[in-house]
């Protein structure tokens, strides 16, 4: 999160990044699922199963390659489109892991689980985050000194979990 800076980000082809990582992780998804759904089809393993391995597949380490980058510190086209890249990547695969475990988890649940209700409960959770951290980071830049921007993160961090929890129960009840 901290090497995915909003002012380095207009120096990087964004729709070439974006593209790029999509596809990369959308096609080894496509690609591990199918040859899991081939064997388990054979050995008569639950084929979803398989869509579960994919989403597994897409998980990624980063921090190898941010290491590299801060110890040599490299500065290039290349590390400027990694550190990009290395981002959307952990994004993409959480949202297709989660996906995927929503839609499987309300086809096998024998308590009729409404795929609708997993979807928010999994998406619901982005924009509610992303509002939170884009007001704690405009308050955290007012903050002089460490000791309010501290105060103010665990404020708002226990308040996003109080929403969440909210959310959830709310979701509970309506579903």
């Known amino acids: 999160g901290t ?9 990087v082809p964004g729709r070439q990044i974006l593209v ?7 096609g ?8 899991f759904a081939c064997v388990f089809r054979i050995t008569g393993v639950p084929v979803y199963l398989a869509f579960l391995f994919g989403g597994i597949v897409l998980a990624t380490a980063p921090a190898p390659s941010l290491s590299i ?3 040599l510190k490299t500065n290039g086209p290349v590390t400027r489109t ?8 952990d994004l993409v695969g959480a ?3 989660f996906v995927v475990v929503a839609l499987v988890s309300a086809q096998i649940s024998s308590v009729g689980i409404p795929v609708a209700g ?10 509610l985050g992303g509002a939170m951290g884009f007001w704690a980071g405009c308050r955290m830049c007012r903050a002089r000194t460490p000791a309010p921007g501290l105060g103010t993160m665990l404020v708002l961090l226990a ?5 969440g929890a909210l959310v959830n129960a709310l979701c509970r009840f309506l579903c």
């Open 69 to 71: 980058v801060n110890e």
């Open 118 to 127: 997993i979807l928010v409960l999994v998406f619901l959770p982005v924009p």
């Open 28 to 35: 080894t998804f496509a690609v591990v699922s199918l040859v």
């Open 95 to 97: 949202t297709v892991f």
């Open 20 to 26: 790029t990582t999509v596809t990369e992780s959308l």
């Open 3 to 11: 090497e995915l800076l909003w002012k380095k980000r207009s120096a």
């Open 159 to 163: 308040a996003t979990a109080g929403l």
């Open 82 to 89: 990694l550190m990009p890249m290395a981002a959307l990547d």
